[in-house]
């Protein structure tokens, strides 16, 4: 069964908060026009996840509702995962075995350098960075979400908002 696994890195973050912890740190004004414009990227090519896990950070959780909206998913279809905070590849290995096998369009919100690691697991050329808003989008042929390997990938996308299009 082909499935789809989309690996998003949050889009541009403020600094302009001083003193402000990670987590909470907000989008810059390029990060809320960036989230967006991915968005309708992967949905003029008819590519939609199903469920989203975001990573709890507020720059990260921003990411993932203002794509949520382009894409016109129900509320439900956005989950918080603590562990996406501050996951290895390995935790995201975890995660993803836990989602249920009618999904078949997954989208992970979070952060480098992991997701730009896990990211380089399915591609067979490998990313020096995932730039912020970047989306990774991994075709791959599997019953569940448990055991990915790099042999089951059928495709890839690998799209950013500064790649031209």
Do not use: C
């Amino acid at each position: 069964m082909e499935r789809r696994l989309y690996i998003i890195r949050h889009a541009k973050s403020s600094w302009e908060f001083e003193g402000l912890a990670d987590i909470h740190r907000p989008l810059a004004e390029r990060g809320i026009r960036a989230a967006p414009t991915m968005a309708q990227r992967l949905k003029d090519q008819g590519l939609i996840p199903q469920l989203l896990l975001s990573s709890p950070a507020n720059r990260a959780l921003n990411t993932a509702r203002l794509m949520s909206k382009v894409w016109d998913l129900p509320p439900e279809a956005l989950q918080i995962h603590d562990g996406l905070y501050d996951a290895y590849p390995g935790d995201i290995d975890d995660i993803l075995s836990v989602v249920p096998d009618e999904v078949k369009d997954l989208a992970i919100f979070g952060h480098n350098p992991t997701f730009t690691s896990y990211a380089n697991r399915y591609l067979d050329r490998p990313l020096d960075n995932l730039p912020t808003a970047g989306v990774v989008v991994v075709s791959l042929e599997s019953d569940s979400w448990t055991g990915l390997e790099y042999d089951m990938v059928t495709g890839t996308l690998v799209d950013y908002p500064k790649r031209k299009v």
